[in-house]
Antibody, heavy 119, light 111 residues
Framework: QVQLQESGPGLVKPSQTLSLTCTVS??????????WSWIRQPAGKGLEWIGR???????NYNPSLKSRVTISVDTSKNQFSLKLSSVTAADTAVYYC???????????WGQGTLVTVSS | QSALTQPASVSGSPGQSITISCTGT?????????VSWYQQHPGKAPKLMIY???KRPSGVSNRFSGSKSGNTASLTISGLQAEDEADYYC???????????FGTGTKVTVL
């Protein structure tokens, strides 16, 4: 059974870049027709899709975040990563990584990691 | 792209059936049979309950069912149980520019 685990700093200063990594276990990140996504959830609020990457390297981003987001993949480490630049307090949220495939965009999720933007 | 509209809360007694609506537009829910539903308990990650409007992943109870009519998708929980008390979110594919949009979320309370 595939498992995902987010990791990265829990505190980021305003205007800096948020960086998170998702490590996939229980299967190769390159196997099957899957893609790998990031989703976030501010405290007490709803879910927001950030973007996704295929292991080919092809990406899609939420238009509202596109100018600040970069998602990359490292198949040798079975990991994919998120970078969000120029963060503000509005980017404070629990960040989830997830696996998806056609029809089921987020079928396996990581446990989530809280990132707080504060000086 | 605005979030899909869900009722803020829905409640029911044990054993009853409840339905959660998810209203979008002709650009998302109305255009694609790619609506999925997620259950989220407090402090936990969301869990996929329904995909492609009405399909259930392996291991999800058949008390959960999904449907769609026009721009509105629905999740029905039959034989409501205490463990069903959670937040529920719908999600729809919205085309190659927007990709995915989530619903506003619905808190289900078992009375």
């Amino acid at each position: 059974q595939v498992q995902l685990q987010e990791s990265g700093p829990g505190l980021v200063k305003p205007s800096q870049t948020l960086s998170l990594t998702c490590t996939v276990s229980g299967g190769s990140i390159s196997s099957g027709s899957y893609y790998w996504s990031w989703i976030r959830q501010p405290a007490g609020k709803g879910l927001e899709w950030i973007g996704r990457i295929y292991t080919s390297g092809s990406t899609n981003y939420n238009p509202s975040l596109k100018s600040r987001v970069t998602i990359s993949v490292d198949t040798s480490k079975n990991q994919f990563s998120l970078k969000l630049s120029s963060v503000t307090a509005a980017d404070t949220a629990v960040y989830y990584c997830a696996r998806g495939h056609y029809g089921a965009p987020f079928d396996y999720w990581g446990q989530g990691t809280l990132v707080t933007v504060s000086s | 792209q605005s979030a899909l509209t869900q009722p803020a809360s829905v409640s029911g007694s044990p054993g009853q059936s409840i339905t959660i609506s998810c209203t979008g537009t002709s650009s998302d829910v109305g255009s694609y049979n790619l609506v999925s539903w997620y259950q989220q308990h407090p402090g936990k990650a969301p869990k996929l309950m329904i995909y492609e409007v009405s399909k259930r992943p392996s291991g999800v109870s058949n008390r959960f069912s999904g449907s769609k009519s026009g721009n509105t998708a629905s999740l029905t929980i039959s034989g409501l149980q205490a463990e069903d008390e959670a937040d529920y979110y719908c999600c729809s594919y919205a085309g190659s520019s927007t990709n995915y949009v989530f619903g506003t979320g619905t808190k289900v309370t078992v009375l």
